[in-house]
T-cell receptor
Framework: DAGVIQSPRHEVTEMGQEVTLRCKPI?????LFWYRQTMMRGLELLIY????????DSGMPEDRFSAKMPNASFSTLKIQPSEPRDSAVYFC?????????????FGNGTRLTVT | DAKTTQPTSMDCAEGRAANLPCNHSTISGNEYVYWYRQIHSQGPQYIIH???NNETNEMASLIITEDRKSSTLILPHATLRDTAVYYCIVRTPTGNYKLTFGKGTLLTVNP
């Protein structure tokens, strides 16, 4: 089991540029989550997909953020245009949504720095 | 989801048991207690969860008080690699999402 795979591990970009973060969930998992972690705010849920459909995007900070899940094995989180305050570690997690209380399994994150 | 209260930090000697407490006095009858940990520069790692009964797996034991208002995560023989932030989370079983992370406890295992 390869676990949740995120790419890139590190991303450095300039303010105003578009950033795309990628996630491959664990095979067979049908729930996918995007979290953001900063020193100030800790771990925050941004958006949650179930069976490739966005269920709860109330944590998405603003319209500059968008997330897609075109199929069961791939998801993207896009920031356009990026701003320095978007600098954070972004985590993707997946779980077996059909199983009650299935634990979330996290990737190792993408560290985003916007200068 | 019910809020949890954990100490900010704890120390433990290598090889000794680490006992991490968590208060969740407003927990509802159908809410589970979850524990995750986050080692530096890694994603959160699932450890264990339980409802009422004590639970044990290869990583840890979870002791939940009879009134369910508090719990303790036990790492029976802590190693240096167990140094991490440990999060105690109360999660409703309705819907399969919204793990809400607090600040957790920084456990430092000393040689």
């Amino acid at each position: 089991d390869a676990g949740v795979i995120q790419s890139p591990r590190h991303e450095v970009t300039e303010m105003g540029q578009e950033v795309t973060l990628r996630c491959k969930p664990i095979s067979g998992h049908n729930s996918l989550f995007w979290y953001r972690q900063t020193m100030m705010r800790g771990l925050e849920l941004l958006i949650y997909f179930n069976n490739n459909v966005p269920i709860d995007d109330s944590g998405m900070p603003e319209d500059r953020f968008s997330a897609k899940m075109p199929n069961a094995s791939f998801s993207t989180l896009k920031i356009q245009p990026s701003e320095p305050r978007d600098s954070a570690v972004y985590f993707c997690a997946s779980s077996l949504g059909s199983v009650r209380n299935s634990p979330l399994h996290f990737g190792n994150g993408t560290r985003l720095t916007v200068t | 989801d019910a809020k949890t209260t954990q100490p900010t930090s704890m120390d433990c000697a290598e090889g000794r048991a680490a006992n991490l407490p968590c208060n969740h006095s407003t927990i509802s009858g159908n809410e589970y207690v979850y524990w995750y940990r986050q080692i530096h520069s890694q994603g959160p790692q699932y450890i264990i969860h339980g409802l009422k009964n004590n639970e044990t797996n290869e990583m840890a034991s979870l002791i939940i008080t009879e009134d369910r208002k508090s719990s303790t995560l036990i790492l029976p023989h802590a190693t240096l690699r167990d140094t991490a932030v440990y999060y105690c989370i109360v999660r409703t079983p309705t819907g399969n999402y919204k793990l809400t992370f607090g600040k957790g406890t920084l456990l430092t295992v000393n040689p």
